[in-house]
């Protein structure tokens, strides 16, 4: 990937970003830090790590344990702002705000898919999508019920968690990310908890909702997934080592692992 010295990214009318390919991206970090702690308990979670993302890409991001795949993750969505750097996304530049301004972000922004899909389980399948869009003041009922059909789960949207296998859960869980229709779908370990075949049913999925043009970046230490995104980084000890281009990416049915 090009380095770019100091040169600013340069954000255009339309809030997308000049990246350094020239094609608007959905994300773009700059020298991005992350440091925890001071001192001898010092950890560098990433160093100056330079990463931009075309909007309607599908990123994998691998590496082992420890390598920073999720402190990159929660940089670009706002859930940590970088120690320096800049991280743009969304066609804004968020490195430099605060709680508030962040929060804001994150809501108007990302949806965010994680290991254990972090279900109320009191509540049904439809009410679950519909809580985040009441919370976040975006997308209806209206938008609720299409986001549980666009993941396959239309029938199921009177149904409690416990009601559902783990990949149907995880559906959900991705209904609810989108049903605020975010530009970025953010992942982590999205099929960690899954057999091969109800993972693949969630990579199914993500993979239709990048076709329909949403950006979808994956973290997680299974390689094989790696065979469905167009680019994939890998990560050690808190930088990108290598990024890789796939031509025809694979389908969710052909991967295996
Ligand atoms: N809040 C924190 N305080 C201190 N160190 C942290 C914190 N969060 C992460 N780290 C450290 O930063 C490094 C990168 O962690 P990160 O969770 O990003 O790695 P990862 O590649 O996602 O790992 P895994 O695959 O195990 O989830 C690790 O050494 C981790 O211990």
Same mark, same amino acid.
């Given at each position: ?80 702002? =970088? ?98 229709? =975010? ?65 025809? =990416? ?8």
């Amino acid at each position: 990937m090009a380095r770019h010295g100091n040169e600013r990214a340069v954000l255009r009318e339309d809030g997308t970003v000049e990246g350094t390919a020239g094609a608007p991206a959905a994300v773009l970090l700059r020298g991005a830090r992350k440091t925890y702690g001071t001192g001898h308990a010092e950890v560098h979670a990433l160093r100056d790590v330079d990463l931009e993302v075309r909007r309607g890409e599908f990123v994998v991001l691998l590496g082992p344990s420890g390598s920073g795949k999720t402190t990159l993750l929660n940089l670009i969505g706002g859930i940590e702002p =970088p120690t320096a750097g800049e991280v743009i996304a969304g066609g804004r530049d968020i490195s430099g705000l605060g709680e508030d301004g962040r929060t804001a972000y994150r809501r108007d922004t990302v949806g965010f898919v994680f290991q254990f899909f972090n279900l109320v389980p009191s509540l049904t399948a439809l009410e679950n999508v519909r809580l985040v869009a009441e919370l976040t003041g975006r997308g209806d009922r209206e938008h609720a019920e299409k986001a549980l059909a666009a993941v396959g789960l239309a029938e199921r949207a009177g149904h409690f968690p416990a009601q559902l296998s783990g990949g149907e859960q995880q559906r959900v869980a991705i209904a609810r990310a989108i049903a605020k229709d =975010p530009a970025l779908l953010l992942c982590d370990e999205p099929t960690g908890a899954l057999d091969l075949e109800t993972g693949r049913g969630v990579l199914r999925v993500l993979q239709d909702l990048n076709r329909e043009g949403r950006t979808v970046l994956v973290v997680t230490h299974n390689a094989a997934i790696a065979a469905i995104a167009h680019r994939t980084v890998r990560m050690r000890s808190g930088r990108i080592v290598e990024v890789t281009t796939t031509e025809a =990416p694979a389908t969710a049915d052909e991967v295996a692992w």
